[in-house]
């Protein structure tokens, strides 16, 4: 069962997103949004480690491109605007916020 991440809070305000995304596997996918989007801006960040990790394991990453714009941040994640975020809800068979 495939399973969409979706991760709204920036890491201090909630430390426990690095083990959600520890959660994920082949197949699921993680959608940064909101302050999440801010995991999307570089190596340096706290939930880096956990994303690359997920990534190696096959978890589709991305990031909702109306808050990357609002925050002014660019990623070389792929992104979706706010239709691929309905698609993915659409795709997967649960999602956990």
Avoid: K
């Avoid at 959600?20 to 801010?38: F, K, M, S």
């Avoid at 690359?52 to 992104?79: C, K, M, S, W």
């Amino acid at each position: 069962m495939s399973t969409l991440f979706i991760l709204s809070h920036a890491p201090h305000a909630n430390p426990r997103q690095g083990g959600t995304i520890g959660l994920a596997r082949q197949g699921d996918g993680v959608l940064l949004i909101e302050d999440g989007a801010y995991a999307a801006t570089s190596i340096a960040h706290p939930l880096q480690p956990a994303l690359l990790a997920a990534r190696e394991r096959g978890v589709e990453l991305y990031a909702l491109q109306p808050d990357l714009e609002a925050r002014g941040i660019t990623t070389d994640l792929p992104t979706v605007d706010y239709t691929g975020f309905v698609d993915m809800i659409e795709r997967f068979e649960r999602s956990v916020h």
